[in-house]
């Protein structure tokens, strides 16, 4: 499968966008790995990680949020652009790939998606890892990501595909490939839509309701949990990472120094190099 290719799958009234890579193993019976990518971005900032994954018997499915990248960008009227309906999308979109439990993997803001999902449905998640993901109210959103969100100026900065290189790159040390961006820019360059549905989800982001959720839920999570951090993300610092790992029973912390808030953009083989380890272990007696 080309990396600007993937499948789309119709769930209610909405189509998801997801790359699916099966393990280079035949007969693993490992659990599937649910890649969850941050605000602005796709499933295509996993491409180099879901290989890493399907070499050790994963299979990776990576789907861009209802609202970005190639899925779907439905009217406020179809799709509330709330947390809960992104989390019981979620739901939904495992349930039509006829997936009960997964591994679940989010990165960034809209992460917190999936983490709720993970709180709120812990008998479908097996082993949690987090990326680079706010975990308490007290992170904000960035200051260019919120300038978004003002009247009549938000209408117009989510129509310029430029707010892709802006806020990828704001996020990290990292200047990113044009034939990347490119990628990234795509859904924006075809069609209104999507600055309208990002917009819509910016104006829905509840952030401090739902890191508080997560940091009420969080200490009671049963599973092991990973906590991955780029240091050089100038949104999350790892400084909050490493005070968060002490409210979890079963986690622990990985920092990736020279890596931003994307991490998996910046640098997988250092994502990877840490994640595969964390889903291969074996599990901890409970």
């Known amino acids: 499968m080309a990396l600007t290719e993937g499948y789309k799958i ?6 998801w966008f997801y790359r699916d890579e099966q393990p280079t193993q035949e007969g693993s019976d490992r659990l599937p790995v649910l890649l969850l990518h941050g605000l602005v971005s796709q499933s295509y900032s996993w491409r180099d990680v879901m290989p890493k994954l399907t070499e050790q018997g994963f299979r990776a499915i990576a789907p861009d949020w209802i609202g970005h990248g190639f899925s779907c960008f439905p009217e406020k009227r179809d799709f509330a652009y709330t947390a809960d309906a992104f989390v019981t999308e979620l ?10 439990k997964v591994h679940l993997v989010a990165q960034g803001f809209m992460g917190m998606y999936g983490i709720l999902f993970a709180l709120r449905q812990p008998e479908r998640v097996e082993r949690l890892v987090i990326i ?9 959103l960035p200051g260019a990501v919120r300038r978004m969100t003002w009247p009549l100026a938000g209408e117009m900065m989510t129509q310029d595909p430029l707010l892709v290189d802006r806020t990828l790159e704001g996020g990290g040390p990292y200047q990113i490939d044009d ?6 820019r795509k859904p924006f360059l075809t069609t ?3 600055g309208r549905s990002l917009l819509f989800t910016l104006r829905s982001f509840k952030l401090a309701a739902m890191a508080q959720e997560i940091a009420d839920k969080l200490p009671q999570w049963p599973h092991m949990t990973q906590l991955i951090w780029g240091t050089a993300d100038p ?7 490493e005070s968060w790992v002490d409210m979890l029973a079963l986690g622990e912390l990985s920092k990736l120094d020279e890596v931003g808030h994307y991490a998996q953009e910046d640098w997988a083989d250092k994502v990877s190099e840490v994640l595969v380890p964390f889903l291969r272990r074996a599990p901890i007696p409970g």
Do not use: H, Q
């Not at 949104?235 to 990472?241: G, K, M, S, Y």
């Open 179 to 184: 034939t990347d961006l490119d990628i990234y």
């Open 192 to 194: 209104s839509s999507a």
């Open 91 to 100: 739901g939904n979109f495992l349930t039509a790939l006829e997936i009960e």
């Open 235 to 241: 949104w999350v610092p790892v400084a909050r990472a």
């Open 10 to 15: 119709p769930v209610g009234k909405l189509d």
């Open 132 to 140: 680079n993901a706010p975990l308490a109210p007290e992170v904000k």
